[in-house]
Protein backbone atom coordinates (compact mmCIF):
# COMPACT_ATOMS: atom_id res chain seq x y z
CA UNK A 1 0.00 0.00 0.00
CA UNK A 2 2.05 2.95 -1.13
CA UNK A 3 0.18 5.40 0.12
CA UNK A 4 0.09 3.75 4.10
CA UNK A 5 3.47 2.77 4.54
CA UNK A 6 5.75 3.23 7.63
CA UNK A 7 8.27 6.01 8.44
CA UNK A 8 10.63 5.31 11.31
CA UNK A 9 8.35 2.45 12.72
CA UNK A 10 5.31 4.84 12.53
CA UNK A 11 2.27 3.94 10.04
CA UNK A 12 1.82 7.04 7.59
CA UNK A 13 -0.74 8.28 5.15
CA UNK A 14 0.68 10.04 2.48
CA UNK A 15 2.82 12.82 4.80
CA UNK A 16 0.64 12.43 7.56
CA UNK A 17 1.09 10.55 10.49
CA UNK A 18 -2.23 8.48 11.79
CA UNK A 19 -1.00 8.64 15.20
CA UNK A 20 -2.14 12.60 14.95
CA UNK A 21 -4.81 11.86 13.37
CA UNK A 22 -6.32 9.81 15.85
CA UNK A 23 -5.06 12.45 18.69
CA UNK A 24 -7.10 15.01 16.79
CA UNK A 25 -10.01 13.62 15.70
CA UNK A 26 -10.32 10.44 17.36
CA UNK A 27 -11.21 6.63 16.92
CA UNK A 28 -12.60 5.37 15.46
CA UNK A 29 -12.37 6.72 11.97
CA UNK A 30 -11.76 5.85 8.36
CA UNK A 31 -9.03 7.21 6.35
CA UNK A 32 -8.39 7.35 2.69
CA UNK A 33 -5.41 8.84 0.29
CA UNK A 34 -6.56 11.56 -2.37
CA UNK A 35 -3.18 10.06 -3.89
CA UNK A 36 -4.01 6.34 -3.52
CA UNK A 37 -8.11 7.07 -5.09
CA UNK A 38 -6.60 9.18 -8.20
CA UNK A 39 -4.05 6.81 -8.70
CA UNK A 40 -6.99 4.06 -9.27
CA UNK A 41 -8.94 6.02 -10.94
CA UNK A 42 -6.07 6.92 -13.49
CA UNK A 43 -5.11 3.39 -13.64
CA UNK A 44 -8.66 2.79 -15.14
CA UNK A 45 -8.63 5.57 -17.49
CA UNK A 46 -5.20 5.08 -19.15
CA UNK A 47 -5.54 1.60 -19.71
CA UNK A 48 -8.43 1.95 -22.07
CA UNK A 49 -6.00 3.87 -24.40
CA UNK A 50 -7.78 5.03 -27.33
CA UNK A 51 -11.32 3.41 -26.24
CA UNK A 52 -13.81 5.05 -26.44
CA UNK A 53 -15.01 4.51 -22.74
CA UNK A 54 -16.90 5.63 -19.12
CA UNK A 55 -16.08 4.89 -15.94
CA UNK A 56 -19.44 4.09 -13.80
CA UNK A 57 -18.09 3.89 -10.25
CA UNK A 58 -20.42 1.92 -8.26
CA UNK A 59 -21.47 4.01 -5.33
CA UNK A 60 -22.68 1.83 -3.02
CA UNK A 61 -18.54 1.05 -2.74
CA UNK A 62 -18.06 3.92 -0.94
CA UNK A 63 -20.32 6.59 -1.00
CA UNK A 64 -19.05 9.75 0.95
CA UNK A 65 -19.66 13.18 -1.44
CA UNK A 66 -16.09 13.71 -0.90
CA UNK A 67 -15.25 10.58 -2.82
CA UNK A 68 -18.01 10.65 -5.34
CA UNK A 69 -16.68 14.53 -6.04
CA UNK A 70 -13.12 13.48 -6.48
CA UNK A 71 -14.31 10.84 -8.62
CA UNK A 72 -16.54 13.33 -10.88
CA UNK A 73 -13.45 15.63 -11.03
CA UNK A 74 -11.76 13.28 -12.55
CA UNK A 75 -14.31 12.69 -15.45
CA UNK A 76 -16.31 9.17 -13.51
CA UNK A 77 -19.63 8.53 -14.27
CA UNK A 78 -21.49 6.24 -11.84
CA UNK A 79 -23.37 3.28 -10.96
CA UNK A 80 -26.12 3.29 -8.61
CA UNK A 81 -28.74 1.30 -7.24
CA UNK A 82 -31.06 4.02 -5.73
CA UNK A 83 -32.54 6.90 -5.41
CA UNK A 84 -30.75 8.01 -2.39
CA UNK A 85 -27.18 7.58 -4.60
CA UNK A 86 -28.40 9.43 -7.36
CA UNK A 87 -29.03 12.30 -4.98
CA UNK A 88 -25.28 12.01 -3.51
CA UNK A 89 -24.05 11.63 -6.86
CA UNK A 90 -25.89 14.99 -8.11
CA UNK A 91 -25.25 16.26 -4.42
CA UNK A 92 -21.32 15.80 -5.54
CA UNK A 93 -21.26 17.42 -8.31
CA UNK A 94 -21.70 13.94 -10.82
CA UNK A 95 -23.09 13.86 -13.99
CA UNK A 96 -26.72 12.12 -14.51
CA UNK A 97 -25.98 11.99 -18.13
CA UNK A 98 -22.65 9.55 -16.94
CA UNK A 99 -24.78 7.46 -14.70
CA UNK A 100 -26.23 4.00 -14.78
CA UNK A 101 -29.04 2.78 -12.53
CA UNK A 102 -28.61 -0.90 -11.57
CA UNK A 103 -30.98 -3.52 -8.97
CA UNK A 104 -33.42 -5.75 -9.20
CA UNK A 105 -35.81 -3.63 -7.31
CA UNK A 106 -36.14 -0.21 -8.23
CA UNK A 107 -39.11 1.81 -6.95
CA UNK A 108 -41.43 3.56 -9.16
CA UNK A 109 -39.85 6.88 -6.82
CA UNK A 110 -36.38 5.96 -7.70
CA UNK A 111 -37.34 5.60 -11.59
CA UNK A 112 -39.28 8.71 -11.70
CA UNK A 113 -36.30 10.62 -9.91
CA UNK A 114 -33.97 9.38 -12.11
CA UNK A 115 -36.12 9.49 -15.42
CA UNK A 116 -36.12 13.80 -14.20
CA UNK A 117 -32.72 13.98 -13.54
CA UNK A 118 -32.19 12.08 -17.07
CA UNK A 119 -29.26 9.34 -16.28
CA UNK A 120 -27.66 7.55 -18.86
CA UNK A 121 -29.26 4.27 -19.02
CA UNK A 122 -31.49 2.22 -16.47
CA UNK A 123 -29.82 -1.40 -16.17
CA UNK A 124 -33.32 -3.95 -15.68
CA UNK A 125 -33.25 -6.83 -14.51
CA UNK A 126 -36.71 -8.27 -15.22
CA UNK A 127 -39.36 -7.87 -17.63
CA UNK A 128 -41.57 -6.98 -14.77
CA UNK A 129 -39.85 -3.95 -13.96
CA UNK A 130 -39.53 -3.29 -18.08
CA UNK A 131 -43.32 -2.98 -17.94
CA UNK A 132 -43.39 -0.68 -14.84
CA UNK A 133 -40.28 1.62 -16.67
CA UNK A 134 -42.43 1.80 -19.85
CA UNK A 135 -45.28 2.90 -17.81
CA UNK A 136 -43.53 5.34 -15.55
CA UNK A 137 -41.94 7.04 -18.67
CA UNK A 138 -45.17 7.02 -20.51
CA UNK A 139 -47.15 8.99 -17.68
CA UNK A 140 -44.11 11.66 -17.51
CA UNK A 141 -43.91 11.77 -21.54
CA UNK A 142 -40.27 10.71 -21.55
CA UNK A 143 -38.34 8.09 -23.41
CA UNK A 144 -36.52 5.58 -20.90
CA UNK A 145 -33.13 4.71 -22.06
CA UNK A 146 -32.41 1.20 -21.51
CA UNK A 147 -29.60 -1.73 -21.31
CA UNK A 148 -31.06 -5.13 -20.28
CA UNK A 149 -28.67 -6.49 -17.25
CA UNK A 150 -28.44 -9.99 -19.16
CA UNK A 151 -27.34 -12.62 -16.37
CA UNK A 152 -24.45 -14.89 -18.44
CA UNK A 153 -24.14 -18.03 -16.38
CA UNK A 154 -20.66 -17.98 -15.14
CA UNK A 155 -18.92 -18.78 -12.09
CA UNK A 156 -17.25 -16.04 -10.74
CA UNK A 157 -15.41 -17.97 -8.53
CA UNK A 158 -16.13 -15.85 -5.62
CA UNK A 159 -17.61 -16.03 -2.43
CA UNK A 160 -21.35 -17.32 -2.97
CA UNK A 161 -22.70 -13.64 -1.14
CA UNK A 162 -21.31 -11.81 -3.76
CA UNK A 163 -21.45 -13.76 -6.90
CA UNK A 164 -24.19 -12.19 -9.22
CA UNK A 165 -23.92 -14.16 -12.55
CA UNK A 166 -24.93 -17.59 -12.19
CA UNK A 167 -28.45 -18.66 -13.29
CA UNK A 168 -29.63 -19.30 -9.82
CA UNK A 169 -28.76 -15.82 -8.58
CA UNK A 170 -31.42 -13.25 -8.50
CA UNK A 171 -30.00 -10.76 -10.75
CA UNK A 172 -30.91 -10.09 -14.29
CA UNK A 173 -32.53 -11.94 -17.07
CA UNK A 174 -31.28 -15.08 -19.27
CA UNK A 175 -29.37 -14.18 -22.58
CA UNK A 176 -32.22 -16.01 -24.52
CA UNK A 177 -34.99 -13.85 -22.92
CA UNK A 178 -33.12 -11.04 -23.30
CA UNK A 179 -33.11 -11.50 -27.00
CA UNK A 180 -36.83 -12.21 -26.98
CA UNK A 181 -37.44 -8.93 -25.31
CA UNK A 182 -34.84 -6.66 -27.82
CA UNK A 183 -36.91 -8.41 -30.28
CA UNK A 184 -39.81 -7.00 -29.36
CA UNK A 185 -39.52 -3.58 -29.10
CA UNK A 186 -42.09 -2.19 -30.21
CA UNK A 187 -44.22 -3.61 -27.01
CA UNK A 188 -42.24 -0.84 -24.93
CA UNK A 189 -42.85 2.36 -27.45
CA UNK A 190 -41.64 4.31 -23.76
CA UNK A 191 -38.20 2.64 -23.85
CA UNK A 192 -35.14 3.47 -26.13
CA UNK A 193 -33.01 0.14 -25.81
CA UNK A 194 -29.35 1.56 -25.86
CA UNK A 195 -27.13 -1.19 -23.99
CA UNK A 196 -26.49 -4.28 -23.20
CA UNK A 197 -24.51 -5.10 -19.36
CA UNK A 198 -23.92 -7.82 -16.91
CA UNK A 199 -22.33 -7.97 -13.75
CA UNK A 200 -20.94 -11.66 -12.36
CA UNK A 201 -19.99 -10.66 -9.18
CA UNK A 202 -17.53 -8.78 -6.85
CA UNK A 203 -13.96 -9.55 -5.71
CA UNK A 204 -12.80 -11.53 -8.81
CA UNK A 205 -9.24 -12.45 -8.30
CA UNK A 206 -8.89 -14.14 -12.14
CA UNK A 207 -9.65 -12.83 -15.44
CA UNK A 208 -11.10 -15.93 -17.00
CA UNK A 209 -14.87 -15.32 -15.51
CA UNK A 210 -14.88 -11.85 -17.26
CA UNK A 211 -13.61 -13.29 -20.20
CA UNK A 212 -16.18 -15.82 -20.37
CA UNK A 213 -18.70 -13.07 -19.61
CA UNK A 214 -18.00 -10.86 -22.44
CA UNK A 215 -17.91 -13.27 -24.87
CA UNK A 216 -21.42 -14.34 -24.09
CA UNK A 217 -22.50 -10.41 -24.33
CA UNK A 218 -20.22 -10.13 -27.25
CA UNK A 219 -22.46 -13.28 -28.90
CA UNK A 220 -25.70 -11.93 -27.71
CA UNK A 221 -24.69 -7.90 -29.27
CA UNK A 222 -23.53 -9.60 -33.13
CA UNK A 223 -27.18 -11.40 -33.11
CA UNK A 224 -29.04 -8.49 -32.08
CA UNK A 225 -27.03 -6.74 -34.64
CA UNK A 226 -27.80 -9.04 -37.05
CA UNK A 227 -31.57 -8.14 -36.31
CA UNK A 228 -31.29 -4.91 -37.04
CA UNK A 229 -30.65 -3.47 -33.33
CA UNK A 230 -28.73 -0.69 -32.97
CA UNK A 231 -26.96 -0.54 -29.21
CA UNK A 232 -24.67 2.23 -28.38
CA UNK A 233 -22.79 0.51 -25.34
CA UNK A 234 -21.74 -2.08 -23.57
CA UNK A 235 -21.97 -2.46 -19.73
CA UNK A 236 -19.34 -4.93 -18.78
CA UNK A 237 -20.26 -4.49 -14.72
CA UNK A 238 -17.65 -4.32 -11.92
CA UNK A 239 -16.08 -6.84 -10.03
CA UNK A 240 -12.30 -6.77 -10.00
CA UNK A 241 -11.07 -7.87 -7.24
CA UNK A 242 -8.08 -6.52 -4.75
CA UNK A 243 -5.32 -7.44 -2.36
CA UNK A 244 -6.42 -8.33 0.94
CA UNK A 245 -3.94 -10.70 1.75
CA UNK A 246 -2.34 -12.85 -0.37
CA UNK A 247 -4.57 -12.62 -3.67
CA UNK A 248 -3.27 -12.24 -6.78
CA UNK A 249 -5.92 -10.54 -8.79
CA UNK A 250 -4.96 -9.18 -12.08
CA UNK A 251 -4.04 -5.51 -12.21
CA UNK A 252 -6.09 -2.60 -13.00
CA UNK A 253 -4.52 -2.54 -16.52
CA UNK A 254 -3.76 -5.82 -16.94
CA UNK A 255 -7.91 -6.41 -16.79
CA UNK A 256 -8.76 -3.40 -18.56
CA UNK A 257 -6.63 -4.52 -21.58
CA UNK A 258 -8.32 -8.36 -21.42
CA UNK A 259 -11.75 -6.22 -21.30
CA UNK A 260 -10.39 -4.33 -24.36
CA UNK A 261 -9.14 -7.53 -26.37
CA UNK A 262 -11.76 -9.86 -25.57
CA UNK A 263 -14.20 -6.86 -27.43
CA UNK A 264 -11.95 -6.10 -29.82
CA UNK A 265 -14.69 -5.96 -32.57
CA UNK A 266 -17.29 -4.08 -30.85
CA UNK A 267 -17.68 -0.92 -32.20
CA UNK A 268 -19.38 0.58 -29.31
CA UNK A 269 -18.83 2.29 -26.24
CA UNK A 270 -17.95 0.34 -23.47
CA UNK A 271 -18.86 0.78 -19.62
CA UNK A 272 -17.79 -0.57 -16.71
CA UNK A 273 -18.80 -0.52 -13.11
CA UNK A 274 -15.97 -0.43 -10.52
CA UNK A 275 -16.54 -0.08 -7.18
CA UNK A 276 -13.85 -2.26 -4.48
CA UNK A 277 -11.11 -1.61 -6.85
CA UNK A 278 -10.91 2.46 -6.86
CA UNK A 279 -11.75 2.91 -3.37
CA UNK A 280 -10.83 -0.26 -1.62
CA UNK A 281 -6.81 -0.24 -0.80
CA UNK A 282 -7.27 3.69 -0.50
CA UNK A 283 -9.02 3.75 2.92
CA UNK A 284 -8.10 2.42 6.08
CA UNK A 285 -10.06 1.99 9.49
CA UNK A 286 -8.39 3.27 12.32
CA UNK A 287 -8.97 2.14 15.93
CA UNK A 288 -7.78 2.32 19.48
CA UNK A 289 -6.66 -0.71 21.74
CA UNK A 290 -8.77 -0.54 25.10
CA UNK A 291 -8.54 -3.24 26.71
CA UNK A 292 -5.88 -5.90 26.71
CA UNK A 293 -7.56 -9.47 27.89
CA UNK A 294 -5.44 -12.80 28.40
CA UNK A 295 -7.46 -15.43 29.25
CA UNK A 296 -6.47 -19.06 29.71
CA UNK A 297 -7.63 -20.36 26.75
CA UNK A 298 -6.62 -16.76 24.24
CA UNK A 299 -5.70 -13.26 23.72
CA UNK A 300 -7.93 -10.44 23.30
CA UNK A 301 -7.65 -7.11 22.00
CA UNK A 302 -10.22 -5.17 22.52
CA UNK A 303 -10.35 -2.33 20.26
CA UNK A 304 -12.93 0.81 19.71
CA UNK A 305 -13.85 -0.49 16.14
CA UNK A 306 -16.61 -3.02 15.90
CA UNK A 307 -18.87 -4.82 13.68
CA UNK A 308 -21.15 -2.03 12.94
CA UNK A 309 -18.10 0.28 11.70
CA UNK A 310 -16.81 -2.68 9.32
CA UNK A 311 -19.31 -5.44 8.79
CA UNK A 312 -17.09 -7.59 5.98
CA UNK A 313 -15.00 -10.15 8.68
CA UNK A 314 -18.89 -10.79 10.04
CA UNK A 315 -20.71 -10.74 7.43
CA UNK A 316 -18.22 -12.58 5.01
CA UNK A 317 -15.37 -14.05 7.36
CA UNK A 318 -13.35 -11.53 5.28
CA UNK A 319 -9.50 -11.04 6.24
CA UNK A 320 -8.16 -7.84 6.58
CA UNK A 321 -4.55 -6.73 7.50
CA UNK A 322 -4.15 -5.13 10.52
CA UNK A 323 -1.32 -3.17 11.21
CA UNK A 324 0.45 -1.17 14.40
CA UNK A 325 0.38 2.43 13.69
CA UNK A 326 3.52 2.17 15.81
CA UNK A 327 5.79 -0.79 15.63
CA UNK A 328 7.49 -1.74 18.59
CA UNK A 329 10.12 -4.90 18.72
CA UNK A 330 8.65 -6.02 21.90
CA UNK A 331 7.01 -9.52 22.11
CA UNK A 332 4.20 -10.39 19.41
CA UNK A 333 1.42 -12.47 20.97
CA UNK A 334 -1.04 -14.20 19.00
CA UNK A 335 -4.59 -12.09 19.28
CA UNK A 336 -8.00 -12.03 19.00
CA UNK A 337 -8.94 -8.69 17.43
CA UNK A 338 -12.59 -7.72 18.83
CA UNK A 339 -14.58 -4.91 18.99
CA UNK A 340 -17.14 -4.41 21.75
CA UNK A 341 -20.69 -5.13 20.26
CA UNK A 342 -22.17 -7.90 22.22
CA UNK A 343 -21.96 -10.53 19.47
CA UNK A 344 -19.55 -13.36 18.78
CA UNK A 345 -19.32 -12.41 15.39
CA UNK A 346 -17.79 -9.06 16.21
CA UNK A 347 -14.05 -9.47 15.29
CA UNK A 348 -11.67 -7.59 13.26
CA UNK A 349 -9.06 -10.01 12.78
CA UNK A 350 -8.39 -13.60 14.48
CA UNK A 351 -4.77 -14.94 15.24
CA UNK A 352 -2.95 -11.93 14.73
CA UNK A 353 0.80 -11.75 15.64
CA UNK A 354 1.18 -8.28 17.59
CA UNK A 355 3.00 -6.71 19.81
CA UNK A 356 0.21 -4.30 21.90
CA UNK A 357 0.05 -2.25 24.95
CA UNK A 358 -3.19 -0.16 26.12
CA UNK A 359 -4.34 2.63 24.13
CA UNK A 360 -2.15 1.99 20.99
CA UNK A 361 -3.70 2.46 17.86
CA UNK A 362 -4.19 -0.01 15.29
CA UNK A 363 -4.79 0.16 11.41
CA UNK A 364 -7.39 -2.17 9.82
CA UNK A 365 -6.02 -2.30 6.31
CA UNK A 366 -8.16 -2.09 2.93
CA UNK A 367 -11.55 -0.58 4.50
CA UNK A 368 -12.70 1.53 1.76
CA UNK A 369 -14.77 -0.13 -0.05
CA UNK A 370 -17.80 -1.78 1.97
CA UNK A 371 -16.51 -0.05 5.27
CA UNK A 372 -18.38 2.53 5.83
CA UNK A 373 -20.80 2.63 3.33
CA UNK A 374 -21.99 -0.72 4.95
CA UNK A 375 -21.79 0.42 8.59
CA UNK A 376 -24.57 0.55 11.05
CA UNK A 377 -25.65 2.22 14.32
CA UNK A 378 -25.74 -1.57 15.65
CA UNK A 379 -25.86 -1.33 20.14
CA UNK A 380 -26.64 2.58 19.64
CA UNK A 381 -22.94 3.33 18.04
CA UNK A 382 -22.60 6.79 16.30
CA UNK A 383 -20.66 5.89 12.60
CA UNK A 384 -17.37 7.00 12.36
CA UNK A 385 -15.67 10.10 11.38
CA UNK A 386 -14.15 10.27 7.45
CA UNK A 387 -11.09 11.70 6.83
CA UNK A 388 -9.25 12.30 3.98
CA UNK A 389 -5.22 12.70 3.66
CA UNK A 390 -4.43 14.88 0.66
CA UNK A 391 0.00 15.05 0.70
CA UNK A 392 0.24 17.18 3.99
CA UNK A 393 -3.51 18.54 4.00
CA UNK A 394 -6.24 16.63 6.62
CA UNK A 395 -9.72 17.05 5.31
CA UNK A 396 -12.60 15.90 7.66
CA UNK A 397 -14.90 14.63 5.19
CA UNK A 398 -17.52 13.40 7.66
CA UNK A 399 -18.20 14.13 11.21
CA UNK A 400 -18.27 11.26 13.69
CA UNK A 401 -21.95 11.00 14.65
CA UNK A 402 -23.51 11.77 17.91
CA UNK A 403 -25.79 10.13 20.10
CA UNK A 404 -28.31 12.68 19.88
CA UNK A 405 -28.62 12.07 16.13
CA UNK A 406 -29.39 8.81 16.09
CA UNK A 407 -32.26 9.42 18.19
CA UNK A 408 -33.44 12.38 16.90
CA UNK A 409 -36.41 11.34 14.73
CA UNK A 410 -37.64 8.64 17.40
CA UNK A 411 -40.56 9.64 19.71
CA UNK A 412 -41.83 8.26 22.81
CA UNK A 413 -46.15 7.37 22.51
CA UNK A 414 -48.38 10.19 24.39
CA UNK A 415 -49.54 8.28 26.95
N1 LIG B 1 -22.10 -3.19 -10.56
C1 LIG B 1 -23.09 -3.87 -9.93
C2 LIG B 1 -24.35 -4.07 -10.63
C3 LIG B 1 -22.87 -4.41 -8.65
O1 LIG B 1 -23.84 -5.10 -8.06
C4 LIG B 1 -21.63 -4.19 -8.00
C5 LIG B 1 -21.37 -4.72 -6.66
C6 LIG B 1 -20.64 -3.45 -8.67
C7 LIG B 1 -20.91 -2.97 -9.96
C8 LIG B 1 -19.30 -3.14 -8.09
O2 LIG B 1 -18.56 -4.29 -7.86
P1 LIG B 1 -17.04 -4.19 -7.37
O3 LIG B 1 -16.24 -3.58 -8.47
O4 LIG B 1 -17.04 -3.35 -6.15
O5 LIG B 1 -16.69 -5.58 -7.09
N2 LIG B 1 -20.41 -5.97 0.19
C9 LIG B 1 -19.57 -6.89 -0.55
C10 LIG B 1 -19.52 -6.58 -2.02
C11 LIG B 1 -20.89 -6.51 -2.66
C12 LIG B 1 -20.82 -6.14 -4.12
C13 LIG B 1 -22.18 -5.87 -4.66
N3 LIG B 1 -22.23 -5.41 -6.01
C14 LIG B 1 -18.19 -6.91 0.08
O6 LIG B 1 -17.97 -6.22 1.08
O7 LIG B 1 -17.32 -7.66 -0.34
Not at 228 to 245: A, F, P, Q
Not at 255 to 266: D, E, H, K, M
Amino acid sequence: FPEFDYRNNELFVESVSLKQIAREFGTPCYVYSRAALTKAYQAFDAAFANREHLICYAVKANSNIAILNLFARLGSGFDIVSGGELQRVIKAGGDPGKTVFSGVGKHVDEMRMALNANILCFNVESEAELIVLNQIAKDMGKIAPVSLRVNPDVDAKTHPYISTGLKENKFGVPASVAERIYQSTQQYPHIRFTGLDCHIGSQLTELEPFLQASHKMLNLLETLQSQGLSIEHLDLGGGLGIRYTDETPPSIKDYVSALCAGTRTVKQRLLIEPGRSLVGNSGILLTRVEYLKHTSARDFAIVDAAMNDLMRPALYDAYHAILPVQQNASEARNYQVVGPVCETGDFLGHDRKLSLNDGDFLAVMSAGAYGMSMSSNYNTRPRAAEIMVDHDQIHIIRQRETIDQLMADERVLPQ
